[in-house]
């Protein structure tokens, strides 16, 4: 299918998108502008960590890309958003400038070495709980640069358009992305033997299923059902999905997007009045919808957010699932968004073990987990992710690439990404697992990809595929 046979709402998410990448050029009014807006809304806790590093570097060791090279570390990425805060927003950064590295960018060449920066962070909060001073490096870069960034033009043509289609709500109108949905909802059926429960008000679980679950691991959307099936409960899930991956506005630091498709998504599920809302991505949808959602509506939702993790956990306990125990050596790698910044890390280690005798922590596991090094949209940025996405959208792979300049910029991501990988999958193979258990779809294709890579024979499973494969 040829992009003009594409139906024209569809068309129009994709002129909005690429209208907002310009890899090129450089208007240093709108990037004064854009400073003195993003620093003009900096909290109290982003003060703290701009006023307050001591450089003494306990960061360092902890950031999956300080391996790739020492300018990729926490703090020498931080440092240029505390550059343009000292020369924007300190009175001797205004007259000492260069003196105390008070400075903004001033040519196309400084924005192209902040995006580079950018996706060199997956936003893990490694460095922030090896901070003494509780400096989150990762808040920096990926809540004032990454905005900055995307807002004067530096950002990925993929990322720019399905922001654009989540936002605008025409994901589903692209023929390939809803046989998708309509293939998983189909087998879903049939696997329960019983027509699915969509849109039931009133029920005690809402499986929020998004697009990008349908997608990225079908096993566990089924999974998840019959886990809910098999325990006999009161549940629901959305005809269509509500989101593509929400909200990818705040993967590219688009914050109004992020907050409109965070409140539509809110707005859809109240309706129905659902007591608890199991979320299947352990990605940055999980900290979204449970800490970021109170503050877009200024109130807490009228349910209760878990995590599929969670969800497991309790139903075990109260004895509503029984899981048929092996002895697979299998570990669980923890999402930095689900572990690390939500604190879910000890639910997916006791469903597990009570899946398997062979369970094993991996050496760096909880709140020390290493990060796979494809969070925070690093792992969106390879050549084969944009054909492939191309081949679903029916369209040339160029169009969601800007020119050679942004090629050459995917093309250096994901060199940086194959080193910053190793060190998980060394950590695997330390281990002696031959599956690998997690619950985001970033990680998933990072631990795949980093296992190929490095050599190393293992299965990647969501954490609902597996246990729905165990049930009793
Ligand atoms: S959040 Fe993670 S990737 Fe980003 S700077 Fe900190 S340790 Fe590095
Ligand atoms: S550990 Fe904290 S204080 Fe030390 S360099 Fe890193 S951010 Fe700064």
Redesign the pocket.
């Known amino acids: 299918m040829m992009a003009t046979q594409l139906p024209p709402k569809v068309l129009e998410a994709i002129k909005e998108g690429l209208s907002k990448v310009d890899w090129e050029g450089f208007d240093k009014s709108k990037v004064d502008a854009l400073i003195a807006e993003i620093l003009g809304k900096v909290d109290a806790v982003q003060l703290h960590y701009l006023e307050n590093?001591?450089?003494?570097?306990?960061?360092?060791p902890a950031c999956p890309y300080y391996v790739v090279g020492e300018e990729y570390g926490?703090?020498e990425k931080?440092e240029h958003a505390r550059h343009m805060y000292r020369k924007e927003a300190t009175i001797l950064g205004k007259l000492l400038g260069p003196l105390l590295n008070a400075k903004k960018p001033s040519k196309a060449e400084h924005l192209d070495m902040l995006v580079e920066l950018v996706y060199r962070c997956t936003n893990c909060g490694a460095?922030y709980v090896?901070?003494?001073?509780g400096?989150d490096?990762g808040a920096l870069i990926k809540g004032l640069l990454a905005p900055l960034v995307s807002r004067a033009g530096r950002i990925p043509v993929l990322m720019a358009v399905f922001e654009a289609a989540e936002r605008k709500r025409v994901f589903m109108d692209i023929p390939a992305l809803r046989q998708i949905w309509q293939d998983v909802m189909a087998k879903a059926e049939q696997a329960l033997g019983k027509p699915l429960p969509y849109d039931k008000e009133g029920a005690d679980y809402y499986l929020m299923v998004n697009l990008a679950d349908a997608m990225f691991y079908p096993g566990a959307v089924i999974g998840a059902m019959r886990i809910l099936d098999k325990a006999g409960v009161n549940w629901t899930l959305p005809k269509e999905p509500l989101a593509f991956r929400p909200p990818i506005g705040a993967v590219v630091g688009f914050g109004d997007s992020a907050r409109e498709v965070m409140s539509f998504v809110n707005e859809s599920i109240e309706k129905l009045r659902p007591k608890n809302v199991v979320v299947l991505d352990g990605g940055f949808v999980y900290p979204w919808m449970r800490f970021q959602l109170p503050k877009v509506l200024g109130r807490r939702p009228s349910y209760k957010v878990l995590h599929i993790t969670e969800l497991v956990v309790q139903l075990l306990r109260e004895g509503r699932i029984k899981l048929r125990r092996t002895d697979d050596p299998v570990t669980w790698h923890d999402p930095c968004q689900l572990g690390r910044r939500a604190g879910v890390t000890k639910e997916p280690v006791e469903a597990l073990r009570a899946a398997s005798s062979g369970f094993r922590l991996l050496p760096h596991h909880g709140a020390e987990s290493y990060c796979c090094g494809g969070g925070g949209g690093i792992g969106c940025l390879s050549m084969q992710m944009i054909e492939m996405m191309a081949k679903l959208m029916g369209v040339d792979s160029s169009m969601l690439l800007s020119g050679e300049k942004e090629k050459e910029f995917i093309l250096k991501t994901q060199e940086a990404w194959s080193i910053a990988v190793k060190r998980k999958i060394d950590d695997v193979k330390k281990s002696g697992a031959k599956t690998v258990v997690t619950a985001c779809p970033v990680c998933m294709h990072s631990i795949e990809g980093g296992a190929k890579l490095y050599g190393l024979d293992i299965k990647v499973v969501h954490f609902a595929e597996y246990i729905a494969e165990r049930l009793e």
């Open positions: 590093c001591v450089g003494c570097a306990a960061c360092a926490p703090v931080a460095c090896n901070c003494p001073f400096i490096s």
